[in-house]
């Protein structure tokens, strides 16, 4: 099996302001154990290094060699992969467009999730409840004790 990260999850492990750092850093460690294949895509990557970096965000920003090695660390998992998106990635996602009328703040995610189906992963860890949205996801938020599927 496969499953995805959202950016709010590494960023709340790098952020150790935040009330939820403890749990997602331990969440996000333990992915070098996780049997399954990680695919990560470069909208959530370049999301996490703007965000981490950013000192309007960030009480204390990383700074961008930091955040950049941090992606680099993720990406060099031994099951890890970046996946892309592909040749039909314009039809794949005006249909996804379509279906959840993405506007606004839901057309990264949107993009994110076209992404993750092309390549047929079906799980992502997130703390974002609009990826409830995409009925293909199978969403799970990893700093709820119960594991928020939804």
């Not at 592909?86 to 249909?95: A, L, N, Q």
């Not at 995409?134 to 990893?142: A, K, Q, R, T």
Request: hydrophobic content about 40%; proline content about 5%.
């Amino acid at each position: 099996m496969s499953y995805s990260l959202d950016a709010n999850i590494l960023l709340y492990a790098s952020d150790e302001s935040s009330q939820w750092h403890a749990v997602a850093k331990e969440f996000v460690e333990s992915r070098a154990e996780d049997p399954d294949i990680l695919c990560l895509t470069w909208p959530v990557l370049m999301a996490y290094q703007r965000i981490a970096t950013h000192p309007a965000i960030f009480a204390k920003p990383l700074s961008p060699r930091t955040a950049w090695h941090n992606v680099m660390q993720l990406i060099a998992l031994p099951r890890a992969r970046v996946v892309t998106e592909t040749e039909s990635f314009g039809d794949d996602y005006r249909e996804t467009a379509e279906q959840t009328a993405a506007a606004g703040n839901l057309v990264p995610d949107a993009h994110v999730a076209t992404i993750l189906r092309e390549h047929g992963v079906r799980r992502i860890y997130t703390a974002d409840t609009d990826y409830r949205k995409f009925d293909f996801l199978e969403v799970i938020n990893p700093l709820q004790r119960n594991g928020g599927k939804g």
